[in-house]
């Protein structure tokens, strides 16, 4: 599902599904369960490419927005 959140007049366009699963394996590593790391495996290739291809552009459009906000 893709969201488009406005605030304060910026606009950034994310997918909510691949930030959940971001966010999933992050909670995983950084606060392991008894059953260990990553309990349902390592996510794979194409997944891990679809994280940072969502992170760069969520990436890219806040520093597009910063570069904004100091040209004025």
Do not use: C, H
């Not at 699963?21 to 059953?35: E, G, H, L």
Request: hydrophobic share 30%.
């Amino acid at each position: 599902k893709k969201i488009e959140e406005e605030i304060n007049g910026i606009y950034i366009e994310v997918d909510e599904e691949i930030l959940d699963q971001i966010n999933q394996v992050y909670i995983d590593t950084r606060y392991p369960a008894d059953f260990g790391l990553l309990p349902d495996g390592k996510p794979s290739k194409e997944k891990i490419n679809k994280f940072i291809e969502e992170a760069e552009k969520v990436f890219n459009k806040i520093e597009e927005i910063i570069e904004e906000y100091e040209e004025k």
